[in-house]
Every structure is written in C-alpha cells, then in structure tokens.
C-alpha cells in the first residue's frame, strides 16, 4: 500500500479544490470575486481614469481611444495576460499591456496612475458589491424568522439560564434574540455600504505628484479627477488621504462587520441544536437524507453544524486584518497582500454561505408542541408553587406555614424525579393536602404556562411591529430577489 501514485491516473483530480468554492459558495458570491470581475473592474477603472482627464483637458486622450477601450472591456486573452505576468512579473502591467494590444489606448492606460489604483480601488468595489449580496440574505432571512415568531408567539417554552430550566418564554420570544442579532448586522451592513469610500487617484505614495504633474501643477484639476473617477465607479466618498493603498483598517472594520453575523449565526444554530437534541426544534431533514453511516436512526443537525463550522472561521478573520493594518510600514508595505488575497474574499463566501443555510433552517425549521409542553409541565409545578402560596394567603392561609409545606413537597417531588426517573408529582402532593384546600379547585387555571411567560407575546408583537415591520418595508424591493442558486444542503 505504499507504492508510489501512478502518474496516469484521476489525472482531472490531482489538484487541490477550496471548499469553500467547490462544495458550498454560491455562484452570485464566487463570481463577484471572480477573475472576469476583477480585471473587467480594473479595464473599468482605467476607463474611468482616462475619461475623467480627458474631461479635465488632456487632449492627447481621444473620444476613438475611449470607444475602442469600451469596446473591448469584456474581451480579455487572459492567455495573453499570463504571458506578459511570466516576462515582466508584474500582474497589473501584464494586464496594461493585454487591453493596449487590443486597442490604439496603450499609450494613454493608467496615465498618472500606480498599480494600486486599479488593484485597491477593485478591491473596494467588490466588498461593496458584496456587502450589498450580504444585506439581501439578510434582510430575506429576517423575513423568515419574522414569520417563525409570529406563528409561536405565545407558544411556551421553558427559558434556560445556564443550561438549566429558568422562567417560561415563548418560542416565538426566543427567535426574536435571534432576529435582534440579525438586525444589529443589518444595520452595520447598512453602515458599511454607505460609509465605504473609494481610494480614488492617489498616486504613488498618496500625494497624488504624478497627476500634479500631469495637470502642471493645477491642484483643483487633481482634486477633480480624484473626485470624478469615483462617481464615474458609484461612489459617493473618497478616501481623503492614503499612502499608496487605502488604509487597512477598511479592511478589519469590513470582516468585523461579517464576523459579527457570523456571532448571530453561530448563536442561532448553536441555540437549535440544543433544542434538538431535547426533540423540542429540528432543522429540516430530507426523506433520503443519512444522519449517521453507523446509526440509521439519528436525525443529526447537519446545517446548524456547518453554519457553526464556518461562522467559527469567520469570526477570526479580522485578527488577521488588524495584524495586517497595524504592520503596515510607512505608506506601504507588500506583505499585505498575500494575506488579503484570502481573507477578503474568503470571508464573503462563508459569510454568503451562512446566511444561505440560515435562511434555508428558519425557512423549514419545524417545532414539536407536544414535545415542548410535555418540558414545561415537568418544571412548571415549581415555578408555580409561589402563585399558588400567594393565592392561599389571599384565602386566609398562613404564608409560613404553606411555605414550610410546598418545601418539603418540592423536596420529596424532586426526589421522586431524580431518584426513581417518574414524572414530577409536586401538584399531586399539594392537591391531596389540606393546607391547600382553598385552592384545590383552581389548580388548573393556576399553572396554566400562558400565565407564566410574562410579557413575552406581547414583546414579540412589539419587536415585529416597532423595529421588524419597517426594516423590512424599507427594504421591500430587496425581498422577492430569487438567489441565483444556492449551496448543497
């Protein structure tokens, strides 16, 4: 079993394949950050950079120039490129002299501009067109869960501090903690789109000397063209001072953004799977679906485990990006951007595919009433003792004395629980004591569980009103938008 592996053979499966784009990366998300987006991005930009100095008077620009690099914006020899990337080791030139070839610009592309005028600048534009991908699946997958609590707002449910039965919730109460967290993303995606400025025409170092030069010596023309390049892109900001990349801070504060709705995520499925696991909630499970290859009966939370797997590695990457901008030397050093090459895109396609099977969870995620009342009505006999002392008092009975007894019979219940494994006899014990008499008729009605959750209906129907309602409005045109495709579930 040791002999060397045939060089003829899986000849189409030798290479390494990322995951994250093979097996779970949608195509809407893989193809923002794919090459035919980047280098259309970059021929754009270099567009937008001759169109705009063109407008500001230089002449040596001609409109047929301009029209033949329009023309050939989507005809790439990526070929071509490769080869040119080999002789001059240099990925942005290769690529100059790709789109010159095919057009009478050569002399005229990237006029004043450094390489990361298009790589910087293409960076930006893509988190923004990812960040808009990521605001729809979010704002989709509030929608969902906006229906999932309005349909158990006053299911009760027992609440859990530490794991251990608390005071009575809703079902539908609980999924708006998940729905909260989703909108506090949703509100730092917002954030993110507006306040997310483009570098502009910095030039080398940032004091933008080659376009000063170029325009001799006219600063109002420079400001300009800093200013007309990123409208012609879609941007309402530039940054107002750079070395020669954007500041890399962008960077953290774009993957905290995704790190903090992979926190949301992870807590929601972290939250299912515990309810799994006591038969209350379970994701959707497909008819020929196999949860275990040894235990043929086991309905395993297969998505909420691959939600937490990736929101776990989303959550660190902005370590990586404040390592990044806090060494970067002076107004530029390369060892960035290796580093970026990886975790800029790679945190949008998990963070896609996250909220891809988030939405796909709460969209079928199927609740067991019985389950969940037969778990109330174990523990709700405790919670009730004091509404049912309360009510004796009422009715002439001495609080000591009643609590004294409702101790000692929760003690015996509790024993009868742990000790033999039956059901939780406390009602019992009190509906045959004398001390209780007075309410022995109304047993019943006092541990009803709607009378112990609370304000918990009424808060979801306020949350859903107040705060859910008008996002959701706002963002009414986003709603009905079918995903391209989706992810294996």
């Not at 960077?251 to 905290?256: F, P």
């Not at 919670?383 to 009643?402: F, H, S, Y």
């Not at 004294?404 to 003690?411: K, N, T, Y």
């Amino acid at each position: 079993m040791n002999e060397p592996f045939p060089e003829d053979s899986l000849i189409d499966h030798k290479t390494y394949e990322h995951p994250l784009v093979k097996r779970y990366a949608t195509k809407e998300m893989s193809f923002i950050f794919s090459p035919a987006m980047k280098f259309t991005t970059w021929r754009k930009l270099w567009i937008a950079l001759a169109t705009a100095e063109q407008e500001l008077g230089i002449d040596i620009i001609t409109d047929e120039q301009l029209s033949q690099m329009r023309d050939k914006l989507y005809e790439i020899d990526f070929d071509f490129a490769a080869e040119k990337e080999k002789e001059f080791r240099h990925d942005v030139m290769a690529h100059v002299h790709a789109f010159g070839e095919e057009t009478s610009a050569m002399p005229i592309i990237h006029l004043g501009a450094t390489s990361c005028y298009v790589t910087d600048n293409t960076d930006l534009i893509q988190m923004k067109e990812a960040l808009i991908l990521i605001k729809r699946k979010l704002v989709q997958t509030i929608h969902i869960l906006k229906e999932f609590a309005v349909k158990y707002r006053d299911l009760p449910t027992l609440g859990f501090t530490h794991y251990q039965p608390a005071q009575l919730t809703t079902v539908g109460k609980r999924c708006t903690l998940w729905m909260q967290d989703l909108l506090l993303d949703l509100y730092k995606v917002d954030q993110g789109i507006t306040d997310l400025p483009m570098r502009g025409a910095k030039g080398t170092t940032g004091t933008q000397a080659s376009f000063l030069e170029l325009f001799d010596g006219d600063h109002e023309k420079v400001k300009s063209l800093d200013r007309r390049v990123s409208e012609l892109m879609g941007f309402d900001k530039v940054i107002p001072v750079s070395g020669q990349t954007y500041t890399r801070k962008i960077d953290y504060n774009i993957l905290s953004i995704l790190s903090g709705i992979g926190q949301s995520a992870y807590k929601m499925t972290g939250d299912i799977r515990l309810l799994s696991n006591l038969k209350e909630i379970e994701e959707p499970f497909a008819n020929t679906q196999i949860g275990s290859s040894a235990m043929a009966y086991k309905r395993n939370p297969m998505r909420s485990e691959r939600v937490g797997s990736l929101a776990r590695y989303i959550m660190g990457l902005p370590n990586m990006a404040a390592n990044t901008s806090a060494n970067q030397w002076f107004e530029r050093t390369l060892d960035d951007s290796a580093i970026r090459r990886i975790y800029i895109p790679e945190g949008f396609l998990a963070t896609d595919v996250v909220l891809t099977l988030l939405s796909n969870i709460a969209d079928s995620l199927h609740v067991w009433p019985n389950v969940v009342t037969t778990h109330v009505m174990a523990e709700l006999p405790f919670m009730a003792t004091e509404v049912i002392l309360m009510e004796c008092v009422k009715k002439g009975g001495d609080r000591q004395e009643l609590h004294e007894a409702i101790r000692v019979h929760s003690m015996s219940a509790g024993r009868v629980v742990k000790d033999e494994g039956k059901p939780n006899d406390l009602l019992e014990r009190i509906a045959k004591d004398p001390l209780f008499a007075s309410v022995h008729d109304d047993l019943e009605r006092l541990i009803n569980p709607l009378l112990f959750v609370g304000r918990a209906p009424e808060q979801v129907d306020e949350f859903i009103t107040e705060e859910i309602n008008q996002v959701l409005e706002e963002n009414i045109d986003i709603l009905d938008i079918d995903s391209v495709d989706g992810v294996e579930l």
